[in-house]
């Protein structure tokens, strides 16, 4: 009988440690096989056969369909190139090379992946509507306040998160070009 009580009290413990783990997991989108490069990370395996449990349970609460590991990828930006969380109050310049994809796409967002309301209506920009330099590289501003060129407007106090979604890319296919001179900087500007 003791025996029987032991082991029933090591499953308990055990239940609750594992269930405990995976609320945790699910709440702050952790997962395995995340990809780095700058301020911009990637799970390349979700969308394919390889995608590990707790990104399924993530993918499933959420209901988001990612991309297929054939189609392109998908990274999210929380924090600018310095390393500073991403902040409403903050302008923000997100710069640099086109990115090596067929199609690509760069939209704020809340934390939860809901796109970010603002007066304007706009959440993001596609490669086929930017305005760029005479070399290909582009700028876009984040900020509350309108700016000239290419600007996409924060809300006045809502956190957000960018995701920029590569469609047809090398970085599909070839995790190698996976580098941080390959993607797009941001660059802190003024905070109010």
Same mark, same amino acid.
């Given at each position: 009988m003791i025996l029987i009580g032991k082991f029933i009290l090591a499953a308990l413990?055990?239940?609750l440690i594992g269930l405990g783990?995976?609320?945790?997991?699910?709440?702050?989108?952790?997962?395995?096989?995340?990809?780095?490069?700058?301020?911009?990370?990637?799970w390349p395996r979700n969308g394919g056969r390889g995608v590990d449990p707790y990104a399924r349970a993530?993918?499933?609460? =959420? %209901?988001?369909? *990612?991309?297929?590991?054939?189609e392109g990828l998908s990274f999210i930006a929380r924090a600018d190139s310095g390393g500073r969380r991403l902040e409403p109050g903050c302008d923000y310049i997100? =710069? %640099?090379?086109? *990115?090596?994809?067929?199609?690509?796409?760069?939209?704020?967002?809340t934390p939860q992946g809901k796109l970010l309301a603002n007066p304007?209506?706009?959440?993001?920009f596609t490669s086929s509507e930017i305005l760029r330099a005479a070399d290909g590289s582009f700028?876009?501003?984040?900020?509350?306040?309108?700016?000239p060129g290419n600007w996409i407007p924060l809300a006045e106090?809502?956190?957000?998160?960018?995701?920029?979604?590569?469609?047809?890319?090398?970085?599909?296919t070839s995790m190698l070009?996976?580098?941080?001179?390959?993607?797009?900087?941001?660059?802190?500007?003024v905070c109010r």
């Open positions: 413990v055990g239940a783990l995976t609320s945790a997991a699910l709440q702050n989108d952790f997962g395995f096989g995340a990809v780095t490069a700058g301020p911009w990370t990637a993530m993918l499933a609460k =959420s %209901g988001e369909i *990612p991309l297929g590991s054939s997100v =710069s %640099g090379p086109t *990115p090596q994809a067929r199609y690509w796409t760069l939209t704020v967002m304007s209506g706009r959440s993001g700028a876009i501003a984040l900020s509350r306040r309108a700016r106090n809502d956190p957000f998160i960018l995701d920029l979604r590569l469609y047809e890319s090398e970085f599909s070009a996976f580098d941080a001179a390959n993607l797009p900087t941001i660059a802190r500007e």
